[in-house]
């Protein structure tokens, strides 16, 4: 039986890295129960609470939100495990290759990578000097949800982009999901739904730009609506922009919901639209088609990897406001090319992004390494 240790920033939660994170635990934990493998997951910002959460077989650590706690932890599984693979969630928690190197020579060392957090300006001030040497000296592989993210990654950090991997996001989605048709789309109320957070650093995902083109979609379609599922401060700044520009009335800001509300949030809506810029992913793509959701995105980050323009959606200059408006205006027109983007978005998740692809693609890396 083949060791593992895992160390990641974070579990619970609904974003897309603790979604991450969830589905490496779960997998790691099927893994476990085939007696592949033994795990040991410590996780930073996670209390007992979210290790009642975790599969049983994961060996999930609670680091309670305390760095010097779970860097104990840390040091402590790896000099009793001395596992074969570490799996670091973050590239803050790279430093800990140096005292994993000392206490477990003999492991290799992956690195998960995500997006932004992996990127410079205008997303981060610059990286660190030791950041770099942390990735060039102590980790062995890198993983990317993306390959968009791998290259960002390879030219600012300068390492071989033999080093990468790829391991994109997943969703849980049955086969027998019920296809849509244009009569699934009532004419009498139009929704747009983005679903995010809504924190100051997510100004990227381009929330501002969808309100800015409602006054173009209502000239043609009245009774179109936009949702926002997600909470933070940029709520505040959001509502503002709808009044400023008369749209208010069209514009929802749901706040937090819970997994049944944002079921139906889903059901009722006739697409998914965010525009962003700073992308390393897009499982939010993913959650849609689950639905047959046709997608908004845009082309200037990792969407364009994920969403195929024409098959599955649209992606468009995420800093045009004229091609975002035209992009919702042409699949609220047609209803029929809508239905059909909605159900190719399924298909391609069945082909590419079920957990079924995302567990035999981490055992391969593991197996790999």
Not at 17 to 31: A, G, P, T, Y
Not at 188 to 200: A, D, F, K, M, S
Not at 340 to 352: A, D, I, Q, S
């Amino acid at each position: 039986m083949k060791s593992l240790f895992v160390a990641l920033g974070v579990y619970g939660g609904g974003g897309g890295m603790e979604r991450f994170n969830q589905r490496v635990v779960k997998c790691l934990s099927e893994l476990s129960l085939s007696k592949r493998l033994e795990a040991r997951v410590v996780v930073l910002w996670d209390s007992s609470k979210n290790k009642a959460e975790a599969p049983e077989q994961s060996g999930f650590v609670p680091g309670g939100s305390s760095k010097v706690r779970t860097a104990a932890l840390f040091a402590w599984h790896v000099w009793r495990m001395k596992p074969d693979v570490i799996l670091y969630g973050h590239i803050l928690l790279s430093p800990l290759g140096c005292v994993a190197r000392l206490l477990s020579p003999g492991s290799r060392h992956l690195l998960f990578v995500h997006g932004r957090e992996v990127w410079s300006e205008p997303f981060r001030a610059g990286i660190p000097v030791w950041e770099k040497w942390c990735v060039k000296l102590l980790m062995d592989s890198v993983i990317s949800v993306s390959q968009f993210t791998a290259e960002r990654m390879r030219c600012l950090y300068r390492v071989s982009g033999r080093r990468f991997r790829l391991l994109p996001n997943a969703v849980d989605v049955s086969a027998n999901t019920p296809s849509r048709s244009p009569q699934d789309h009532p004419q009498e109320e139009l929704r747009l739904l983005t679903v995010t957070r809504l924190g100051y650093g997510e100004w990227y995902k381009g929330c501002d730009k969808v309100i800015r083109a409602l006054p173009s979609i209502l000239s043609r379609f009245p009774n179109t609506h936009y949702d926002i599922v997600g909470r933070g401060p940029l709520r505040h700044e959001l509502r503002k922009l709808a009044v400023d520009l008369g749209v208010d009335k069209h514009v929802h800001l749901l706040g937090y919901v819970d997994d049944a509300e944002l079921d139906q949030t889903y059901r009722r809506a006739q697409l998914l639209i965010m525009p962003s810029i700073g992308e390393g992913f897009g499982i939010v793509f993913l959650e849609a088609w689950q639905h047959c959701l046709p997608v908004v995105a845009g082309n200037k980050d990792a969407s364009a990897e994920v969403v195929t323009h024409g098959l599955n959606g649209l992606c468009v200059n995420p800093d045009s406001v004229e091609e975002i408006a035209a992009a919702v205006n042409t699949l609220l027109k047609d209803t029929d090319q809508a239905a059909t983007m909605g159900n190719n978005g399924r298909k391609t998740v069945l082909e590419r992004y079920t957990h079924r692809h995302f567990r035999q693609t981490l055992a391969e890396i593991l197996q790999q390494c």
